[in-house]
């Protein structure tokens, strides 16, 4: 092992030990071969030096404990806790099919009755409240069907998660989710072929798509009730921090706070969301691409509250360990993003682990995450599990 300083290092140097944000959160894992972004992100950080393995040498990252060492406890759920996700399942999908209901009356009707956009969000909001856990999991449910108005309560789940951690309160939290469960409404004025096809877009086809704010900023005001706050930000969801973003190039404060904090949670989720003209990124790619950009795109705020709820580990994503065995994660350790609480699936050979096997990698130190895998790779009923 050998300490380099951020400024004399190279891509393809691996790294030995995790390096941290002074918050806790991760900047890099153990075991990371780097690029040149990550030493741009060091140098964001004001990291000035890690510790590397030498790169002539075999030397391997420091071995992670053994499972067999710790200390493992088979628990069954509680049933209130299953009670709670098989409700939170079921919402979830009659969440969908509410916000397939707006999208539907407001492209044939004059007037949305705004009651289905404020009851949804509100439920919305105590489930997050009772456990944004169970919530966050659900996210997890990526398809290709209904896949506007899936991405939509997502991204309404991701919104008020990170709001939650803001401090908002529960009426704020109503007008973010209305937000994010209607920020892409004026999609319905965009031609379903330019939407759904697969291949590139001409220039004029994204100019047309970049439309939709706007579209949605007229029919919020003139179908609805719903309010200006809901308005902007629905206007304003693709707006950047640095102008770079549109439909106006704003930049900083003179975005609605909502407005970023849909952004955000929009971004994230079509990253991690399978689409016709790619495969997904898995959520710990979209979250580190993120964290990548994020001085310049996102609201520090908003990116913290989303780093420490959200996690780079997400609830219901599948990591491996450095021993071997794969799990899936179960809850995120708030302010210690990279180590979460998880429970085990499979051993070291790939076999179903028989029972609940939950370990809290904030207590046993000595296990580490290897990397995060995909669990389209695996036969794992994500939902059942965690
Ligand atoms: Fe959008």
């Given at each position: 092992?050998?300490?380099?300083?951020?400024?004399?290092?190279e891509?393809?140097?691996?790294?030995?030990?995790?390096?941290?944000?002074?918050?806790g959160?991760?900047?890099?894992?153990?075991?990371?071969?780097?690029?040149?972004?990550?030493i741009?992100?060091?140098k964001?950080?004001?990291?000035?030096?890690?510790?590397?393995?030498?790169p002539?040498?075999t030397?391997k990252p420091p071995?992670?404990?053994?499972?067999s060492?710790?200390k493992?406890?088979?628990?069954?759920?509680?049933?209130?806790?299953?009670?709670?996700k098989?409700?939170?399942?079921?919402a979830?999908?009659?969440?969908?099919?509410?916000?397939?209901?707006?999208?539907?009356?407001?492209s044939?009707s004059?007037?949305?009755d705004d009651?289905l956009a404020k009851?949804?969000s509100?439920?919305?909001?105590?489930h997050?409240?009772?456990?944004?856990?169970?919530?966050?999991?659900l996210?997890?449910l990526?398809?290709?069907?209904?896949?506007l108005?899936?991405h939509?309560v997502?991204?309404?789940?991701?919104?008020?998660?990170?709001?939650?951690?803001?401090?908002?309160?529960?009426?704020?939290?109503e007008?973010?989710?209305?937000?994010a469960?209607?920020h892409?409404i004026g999609?319905?004025?965009?031609?379903?072929?330019?939407?759904?096809k697969?291949g590139?877009?001409?220039?004029s086809?994204?100019?047309?798509?970049?439309k939709?704010?706007?579209?949605?900023?007229?029919?919020i005001?003139e179908k609805?009730?719903l309010?200006?706050?809901v308005?902007?930000s629905v206007?304003?969801?693709?707006e950047?921090l640095?102008?770079?973003?549109?439909p106006n190039?704003?930049?900083?404060?003179f975005?609605?706070?909502y407005?970023?904090?849909?952004?955000?949670?929009?971004?994230?989720?079509?990253m991690?969301?399978?689409?016709?003209y790619r495969?997904?990124?898995?959520?710990?790619?979209?979250?580190?691409?993120i964290?990548?950009?994020?001085?310049r795109l996102f609201d520090?705020n908003?990116?913290?509250a989303f780093?420490s709820?959200?996690?780079?580990?997400?609830v219901?994503?599948?990591?491996?360990?450095?021993?071997?065995?794969?799990a899936?994660?179960?809850?995120a350790?708030k302010?210690?993003?990279v180590r979460?609480i998880i429970?085990?699936?499979m051993?070291?050979?790939?076999?179903?682990?028989?029972g609940?096997v939950?370990v809290d990698?904030?207590k046993?130190?000595?296990?580490?995450?290897?990397?995060?895998v995909?669990?389209n790779?695996?036969d794992?009923?994500?939902i059942k599990?965690?």
């Amino acid at each position: 092992m050998i300490k380099v300083l951020v400024k004399n290092l190279e891509a393809g140097m691996r790294i030995s030990r995790p390096v941290h944000k002074p918050s806790g959160g991760v900047i890099l894992d153990a075991g990371a071969v780097i690029n040149n972004d990550d030493i741009e992100r060091l140098k964001i950080y004001g990291v000035e030096a890690v510790y590397t393995i030498r790169p002539e040498t075999t030397e391997k990252p420091p071995v992670s404990g053994k499972l067999s060492a710790v200390k493992m406890k088979n628990i069954a759920p509680a049933q209130k806790y299953v009670r709670f996700k098989m409700e939170s399942f079921k919402a979830h999908q009659e969440n969908i099919d509410s916000v397939r209901e707006i999208f539907k009356k407001l492209s044939v009707s004059e007037n949305l009755d705004d009651s289905l956009a404020k009851d949804t969000s509100r439920l919305m909001v105590e489930h997050i409240i009772k456990n944004e856990n169970v919530m966050i999991g659900l996210t997890n449910l990526k398809t290709f069907d209904n896949y506007l108005y899936a991405h939509s309560v997502n991204v309404a789940v991701l919104s008020l998660v990170i709001g939650k951690a803001m401090g908002l309160t529960n009426q704020q939290l109503e007008t973010l989710g209305v937000s994010a469960l209607l920020h892409d409404i004026g999609m319905l004025n965009v031609s379903r072929n330019i939407l759904e096809k697969p291949g590139r877009l001409t220039q004029s086809e994204s100019l047309e798509i970049q439309k939709h704010p706007t579209y949605g900023y007229n029919l919020i005001l003139e179908k609805t009730k719903l309010g200006k706050d809901v308005a902007y930000s629905v206007y304003q969801h693709h707006e950047r921090l640095d102008g770079s973003g549109y439909p106006n190039g704003l930049t900083g404060n003179f975005i609605n706070l909502y407005a970023k904090i849909v952004g955000l949670a929009d971004t994230y989720e079509a990253m991690s969301s399978p689409r016709v003209y790619r495969e997904m990124y898995m959520s710990y790619s979209a979250m580190r691409h993120i964290i990548a950009n994020a001085t310049r795109l996102f609201d520090s705020n908003v990116l913290n509250a989303f780093i420490s709820a959200v996690a780079l580990y997400p609830v219901g994503s599948l990591v491996k360990l450095l021993s071997g065995e794969v799990a899936i994660v179960i809850k995120a350790n708030k302010r210690f993003p990279v180590r979460p609480i998880i429970k085990i699936l499979m051993d070291e050979k790939g076999e179903k682990v028989d029972g609940t096997v939950i370990v809290d990698l904030l207590k046993n130190s000595d296990i580490v995450i290897k990397e995060p895998v995909d669990p389209n790779k695996f036969d794992i009923n994500v939902i059942k599990e965690f």
